[in-house]
């Protein structure tokens, strides 16, 4: 059946940047209406009978027992309640999607060696002989992960593509909280509880159990463009994205709480539902399910809670610098997931964008090091500047915790000596995931990626040992230290040093 567009409230003068207007504050209690009158008075949740006839219903997003800081939940009034619809049942379209990341499962594989992917390329989601349109949910493509979305303890790295939008449908995950970040294309996220314009260089958060539809915005007028959108999505099973804590730094830096912007209510009016159908898609421990329902979704007239979606514009992140030295990646983290080991993270997504490098005497670039963490890195707009990786815009590079890495030779030997004169650096955008555990790669990301770009081989050999050319100057220097006088430990009462 065609799509049909049906009135939607409130109804506001369009703007071809962004129709949509929000709430701000991060982890806030929002509360909206798009009918004056539509919330039950203070003091309710739960009145016997709603203004305008419509259903309370309740979300709950965390455990009843929670304590008051993480307990999150939303109270929505909508046209009719999620629960009227026909009974699911599993999708049999083969979807290169995971949940698991145990050794168990065949799917994936635990690999110490580096990846470099390119953007999925478009005949990955458009089959030129049958000319086969996607949807969001269908352009999924994980890459890996850890851990395991059943025991609410983990994550998963997805990379998408697709070409058509969601009509008459929606997507619901069950298994955990999705950060989205377009590369290309402007997501128009139309969520239970209002809508949220998404352009490149911005993230949405999507918590667990919210129905959403995604689909590529077009500015008004324009009806000649590509449809075409594709980008990355972080997936967190059993936790939620916050901020982090800032310690020293005070009140101030990195993301402010103010910039994070949630929706309004905004909704669909279905006059043809009685004899329409409406499918909704649910993501359950990896696996797909769908039902049918002959109403829309998206009839939240009035909402209040702490469990909403919400974005972040990446260009308003304070990037913190230092005059020497550097300093570490979650220095520039926007959000981070709490793990269930005491005061450690899943993971943190953090930001690179436009900023001033002034550190005296200090090589600039990565230096060689290694971690607990494993590492994840994608662009978004510009140039990568890394000289190891082949990575480029829309793509995704993979380094897998405790593995030693680091810039070239000819990077390394030229930093060294270049001038630490202060320096804008500006013109890209990429973010780094650090995973605080192992992770392992699906057999897709391994095998069929339209684009694997493995690691040049000999790109080691040229390193040279400069310590052996000095062993003189070090010898002298030790002399020099010998013939002063140092004095000698005291000895103990038997004898010994």
Not at 40 to 63: D, V
Not at 168 to 193: I, M, S, W, Y
Not at 194 to 211: E, F, N, W, Y
Not at 365 to 374: E, F, G, S
Request: aromatic share 12%; charged share 20%; glycine share 8%.
């Amino acid at each position: 059946m065609a799509f049909q567009q049906f009135p939607t409230w409130p109804r506001t003068a369009a703007d071809s940047e962004d129709p949509y207007r929000y709430q701000v504050g991060f982890g806030n209690h929002h509360s909206t209406e798009a009918i004056p009158g539509a919330l039950p008075p203070h003091g309710t949740n739960l009145p016997q009978k709603s203004r305008y006839g419509l259903y309370a219903e309740l979300l709950n997003g965390t455990s009843f027992i929670s304590t008051k800081s993480t307990a999150a939940n939303v109270w929505m009034y909508r046209g009719k309640p999620a629960a009227a619809r026909h009974p699911p049942s599993q999708v049999e379209e083969i979807l290169h999607l995971e949940s698991c990341f145990l050794p168990t499962n065949s799917n994936v594989a635990f690999t110490p060696l580096p990846y470099t992917w390119g953007p999925l390329k478009s005949n990955e989601s458009s089959d030129s002989a049958t000319n086969r349109r996607v949807t969001f949910v269908q352009g999924l493509r994980t890459m890996g992960g850890h851990g395991d979305a059943t025991l609410k303890e983990g994550l998963a790295v997805h990379q998408y593509e697709f070409n058509m939008n969601m009509e008459r449908e929606a997507f619901v995950n069950h298994d955990g909280e999705l950060l989205v970040v377009p590369q290309q294309g402007t997501l128009n996220v139309k969520t239970e509880l209002g809508s949220l314009l998404v352009k490149p260089g911005s993230i949405v958060v999507l918590p667990p159990g919210i129905r959403f539809a995604v689909e590529i915005f077009r500015p008004a007028g324009d009806q000649w463009s590509e449809i075409k959108a594709s980008g990355y999505a972080l997936e967190v099973f059993g936790t939620r994205y916050a901020l982090p804590d800032l310690g020293v730094l005070g009140a101030n830096g990195l993301a402010h709480d103010r910039d994070f912007e949630y929706p309004v209510a905004r909704f669909d009016l279905d006059p043809d539902e009685d004899t329409s159908s409406f499918c909704v898609t649910v993501k359950l421990a990896g696996r797909l399910f769908s039902y049918t329902q002959p109403h829309t979704p998206f009839d939240v007239v009035a909402w209040h809670g702490k469990y909403a979606p919400y974005r972040y514009d990446l260009s308003r992140f304070c990037h913190l610098t230092a005059n020497t030295d550097q300093l570490d990646p979650t220095s520039y983290c926007v959000l981070t997931a709490p793990s269930k080991w005491p005061a450690a993270s899943l993971v943190d997504f953090c930001v690179f964008g436009d900023k001033w490098a002034v550190s005296r005497n200090t090589l600039r670039i990565p230096y060689y090091h290694r971690n607990i963490a494993t590492e994840l890195c994608g662009v978004i707009h510009g140039q990568y500047k890394g000289s190891v990786r082949p990575l480029e815009a829309g793509g995704l590079s993979f380094e897998q915790s405790y593995m030693p890495h680091g810039e070239t030779y000819e990077a390394y030997t030229q930093a060294s000596e270049a001038a630490n004169d202060p320096t804008k650096l500006e013109g890209s955008l990429f973010f780094m995931l650090n995973v605080s555990s192992h992770l392992a790669l699906t057999r897709w990301a391994m095998e069929q990626h339209p684009d694997i770009r493995l690691e040049r081989p000999g790109i080691w050999a040229s390193v040279q040992n400069h310590f052996v050319h000095h062993l003189k100057h070090a010898d002298a220097s030790w002399s020099d230290a010998t013939d002063q006088h140092i004095p000698t430990p005291p000895k103990s009462p038997n004898g010994r040093v």
